[in-house]
């Protein structure tokens, strides 16, 4: 079975490479692919096929997908392009012969309000009108996304956020790579959608309360109406658009819309699923 997996040159994409391989999947089965190909020089030198691709050129697209019988279609980066982009990608697939596409999606995204679901959903839209089989991994918020915010929590001792009491089931981003991995490799759960998040969630109490047991330091949650962390986080230099994304998703937090923890993605991956709590420690002992 050959294999591509796209953005393998992002930190999601990378990983899903590196289980493939880890499951015993052989180098020359699988495809590595992505715009900068100097960062896959690795892979390459590790039996990987590697070759540079852009969501935005068809042709780039056709080669890289040339052969494969699964693609591992890591979702674009490119916030508000990501549904002509996928859209590039899949019409390349149908061109190449896929047989089967996995998807990286968010949470609930036909029904959330989630600030990240539109594209996602469309993109949904898109793989049901295909002819190609598909599985849509719904993927959870990674913990990763949290390890400036440890950084910054343990330095000045407090974590600050608009989240109120809103949890967050996440995990860790290795968890979602190798889901991916486990499905192109097995071509199990076609035709499904699967839910995919950490088996516990946390809120800001929680999120203090790892960080104080991890570091030994008193780490303490302020939850701030919107408009004064929009002070604070504009003091800080960000960017009006990256403070309104912010601001939205973490009143898409407060409103419950990355709770939900389950087992599936546990299930899929044949082990618990890595908590906060674990990366923090994995951070704080690598800094050490």
Same mark, same amino acid.
């Not at 508000?80 to 996928?86: A, F, K, L, S």
């Not at 993109?123 to 949290?146: D, G």
């Not at 923890?261 to 923090?280: K, N, R």
């Given at each position: 079975?050959?294999?591509?997996?796209?953005?393998? +040159?992002?930190?999601?994409?990378?990983?899903?490479?590196? &289980?493939?391989?880890?499951?015993?999947?052989?180098?020359?089965?699988?495809?590595?692919?992505?715009?900068?190909?100097?960062?896959?020089?690795? $892979?390459?030198?590790?039996?990987?096929?590697?070759?540079?691709?852009?969501?935005?050129?068809?042709?780039?697209?056709?080669?890289? #997908? *040339?052969?494969?019988? =699964?693609?591992?279609?890591?979702?674009?980066?490119?916030?508000?392009?990501?549904? @002509? !982009?996928?859209?590039?990608?899949?019409?390349?697939? @149908?061109?190449?012969?896929? !047989? &089967?596409?996995?998807?990286?999606?968010?949470?609930? %995204?036909? +029904?959330?309000?989630?600030?990240?679901?539109?594209?996602?959903?469309?993109?949904?839209?898109?793989?049901?009108?295909? /002819?190609?089989?598909? +599985?849509?991994?719904?993927?959870?918020?990674?913990? @990763?996304?949290?390890?400036?915010? #440890?950084?910054?929590?343990?330095?000045?001792?407090?974590?600050?956020?608009?989240?109120?009491?809103?949890?967050?089931?996440?995990?860790?981003?290795?968890?979602?790579?190798? %889901?991916?991995?486990?499905?192109?490799? =097995?071509?199990? &759960?076609?035709?499904?959608? $699967?839910? $995919?998040?950490?088996?516990?969630?946390? *809120?800001?109490?929680? #999120?203090?309360?790892?960080?104080?047991?991890? =570091?030994?330091?008193?780490?303490?949650?302020?939850?701030? /109406? %919107?408009?004064?962390?929009? @002070?604070?986080?504009?003091?800080?230099?960000?960017? *009006?658009?990256?403070?309104?994304?912010?601001?939205?998703?973490? *009143?898409?937090?407060?409103?419950?819309?990355?709770?939900?923890?389950?087992?599936?993605?546990?299930?899929?991956?044949?082990? /618990?699923?890595?908590? $906060?709590?674990?990366?923090?420690?994995?951070? #704080? &002992?690598?800094?050490?």
């Amino acid at each position: 079975m050959k294999i591509t997996v796209t953005g393998a +040159t992002g930190s999601l994409g990378s990983l899903v490479v590196e &289980h493939l391989l880890a499951r015993g999947v052989d180098a020359s089965d699988v495809t590595a692919t992505g715009r900068d190909t100097a960062k896959l020089s690795v $892979l390459a030198e590790r039996g990987v096929r590697v070759i540079g691709s852009d969501y935005d050129d068809a042709a780039t697209l056709d080669a890289a #997908f *040339d052969g494969a019988d =699964t693609l591992v279609l890591v979702s674009s980066s490119a916030i508000g392009r990501r549904v @002509e !982009q996928h859209a590039n990608a899949l019409r390349a697939a @149908e061109r190449a012969g896929v !047989q &089967h596409v996995v998807y990286t999606s968010a949470p609930h %995204a036909d +029904t959330s309000p989630l600030v990240l679901a539109p594209e996602h959903k469309a993109t949904e839209a898109l793989l049901v009108a295909s /002819p190609i089989e598909t +599985t849509v991994l719904r993927n959870n918020w990674y913990n @990763e996304n949290y390890e400036q915010a #440890f950084g910054q929590a343990t330095a000045t001792g407090t974590y600050l956020a608009s989240t109120g009491a809103g949890k967050v089931a996440s995990a860790a981003r290795s968890d979602y790579a190798e %889901a991916a991995a486990v499905i192109a490799s =097995t071509g199990r &759960h076609r035709g499904e959608t $699967l839910e $995919l998040a950490g088996g516990v969630a946390w *809120d800001g109490e929680e #999120f203090a309360a790892a960080a104080s047991r991890v =570091t030994g330091r008193e780490v303490r949650y302020a939850s701030v /109406p %919107a408009e004064k962390y929009r @002070e604070v986080l504009s003091g800080a230099g960000l960017d *009006d658009q990256v403070v309104d994304f912010v601001l939205a998703l973490d *009143d898409d937090i407060a409103h419950g819309l990355l709770d939900g923890p389950t087992e599936v993605l546990a299930d899929v991956i044949g082990h /618990p699923t890595m908590t $906060l709590e674990d990366s923090f420690s994995t951070w #704080f &002992h690598r800094e050490s």
